[in-house]
């Protein structure tokens, strides 16, 4: 694509929502451009097995993006590594580093971002013995100890990928049972060299060398503080929407800072859309998938009856 200042359609976001809603709009043939600012595959792309996917038994979440991504772009699609910092919804423009975009139609897919542990030195310790993601990180750990806090599918799927790699885990709940879907739970049970800390909160990591070395673990039931050596902490303790860009443009969002929808996925702004975790609801990949090409439809539409260039808020 050579002029990218003036497109048809206009996605944010590189997870399993944007990358079918490039696939839709390369396939109806709309000049169409993703925007991703991080990583290409969203949170779904650092799952470790994802097993309810249609289609595939198992199949881990990285390998599942770059398919959906490599579709995308056979039909045409262009993938553009680039944060946008800005939406203009009455000009229909984003701001990106290479200047401003004009779109006909826009579509949100920011996705979620993962929920902090809420450790006092949580942001010197990323990347120092704490992760978010253990597919990315668990092989750096290999023969080690390390723990996961969360009780939902999120930490149980961390804790039966890394006791494939770890030596030991520890898995921090501070219910008194896991969450999760059966399934997860029983196989985290199954699982010898995963040791299940339920009923406990991490009130402190101490570090050694500027790197994680320990966990203080208090059991809100006893009351009784446990200190465990670790190499590594995986933080699953869910996720929030990324929709500040949208709240900045003034598209609208709910109580809990999930952009409004209507039935066509449409924001109270004509022609810019919204679809996947942003948007609140299951928070599944096939739910991300389904909103996203009933966004890229609905846009299709709205640029070929040539509704853009309104820009008015409904």
């Not at 139609?105 to 120092?128: D, F, P, Q, V, Y």
């Not at 990180?137 to 080690?144: H, Q």
């Not at 790699?165 to 219910?175: N, P």
């Not at 009784?224 to 933080?235: G, H, P, Q, S, W």
């Amino acid at each position: 694509m050579d002029d990218k200042s003036e497109i048809d359609l206009a996605i944010i976001g590189g997870g399993p929502a944007g990358i079918t809603a490039a696939i839709y709009g390369g396939r109806m043939g709309l000049k169409t451009i993703l925007y991703e600012g991080e990583a290409f595959g969203g949170l779904a792309g650092t799952a470790p097995k994802i097993e309810n996917y249609p289609g595939f038994d198992s199949i881990i979440g990285l390998e599942l993006t770059e398919k959906m991504k490599d579709q995308a772009e056979k039909w045409g699609a262009t993938f553009v590594f680039d944060k946008v910092s800005a939406i203009n919804p009455k000009e229909m423009t984003l701001i990106t580093a290479e200047g401003p975009i004009k779109a006909k139609a826009i579509i949100i897919a920011t996705g979620s971002k993962h929920r902090r542990a809420g450790l006092s030195n949580e942001n010197e310790l990323k990347g120092n013995g704490i992760s978010y993601c253990a597919i990315c990180d668990g092989p750096l750990f290999r023969d080690e100890v390390v723990a996961t806090v969360g009780g939902g599918n999120a930490a149980g799927l961390e804790a039966i990928y890394l006791s494939g790699v770890a030596k030991e885990v520890y898995l921090i709940h501070r219910r008194d049972r896991m969450r999760s879907e059966k399934p997860i739970a029983d196989e985290v049970q199954s699982l010898n060299n995963v040791k299940k800390m339920f009923n406990c909160t991490i009130e402190e990591a101490i570090t050694e060398n500027n790197k994680l070395s320990k966990l203080i673990i208090k059991n809100h039931k006893t009351n009784e503080t446990t200190k465990i050596d670790i190499k590594a902490l995986f933080v699953a303790i869910g996720v929030e929407p990324q929709s500040e860009i949208a709240k900045k443009a003034g598209i609208e969002t709910d109580e809990n800072d999930f952009i409004k929808v209507n039935e066509k996925q449409e924001t109270n702004f004509p022609g810019i859309y919204a679809a996947g975790d942003v948007t609140g609801g299951m928070r599944q990949v096939t739910t991300a998938v389904g909103e996203a090409s009933t966004a890229a439809m609905n846009a299709y539409l709205f640029i070929k009856k040539g509704w853009y260039g309104e820009g008015e808020a409904k």
